[in-house]
């Protein structure tokens, strides 16, 4: 009874998270610039990104804090954050946010109006 639980529960996991995965949807250059403008992106603990509406990004990882710009190209979010230069894929689902760049793990973040650090 109880291994018959555990597989239920198992499988049910499995089917959650694949449905999960699917409500991410890729966006187009467009969505990117609409979506990002004026907005934080953020694994909501170590580090964020601000989206400038104006190409400026503003960064802040573990206290260390970089400018630089942000920009679209080929459907591509691109940053240049004066240490890399990296265009990432974006997809979306709701205010959950996937980059993926070529040989790197996709990076998950949330993407919040930006709040006073003041």
Request: with cysteine; glycine share 6%; net charge positive.
């Amino acid at each position: 009874m109880i291994t018959r639980a555990v597989v239920i529960l198992t499988a049910a996991s499995f089917a959650w998270a694949a449905a999960a995965q699917q409500k991410f949807q890729k966006l187009t250059g467009a969505q990117i610039r609409a979506k990002f403008g004026g907005m934080e992106l953020t694994d909501q603990v170590h580090w964020y990104d601000l989206y400038e509406k104006n190409g400026t990004l503003l960064s802040s990882s573990m206290g260390r804090k970089r400018t630089g710009v942000w920009w679209i190209e080929r459907d591509q979010l691109c940053v240049d954050d004066s240490e890399t230069v990296k265009c990432y894929e974006v997809r979306a689902s709701g205010n959950n946010v996937q980059l993926r760049a070529e040989g790197l793990y996709p990076v998950d973040a949330v993407l919040r109006s930006p709040i006073s650090r003041r």
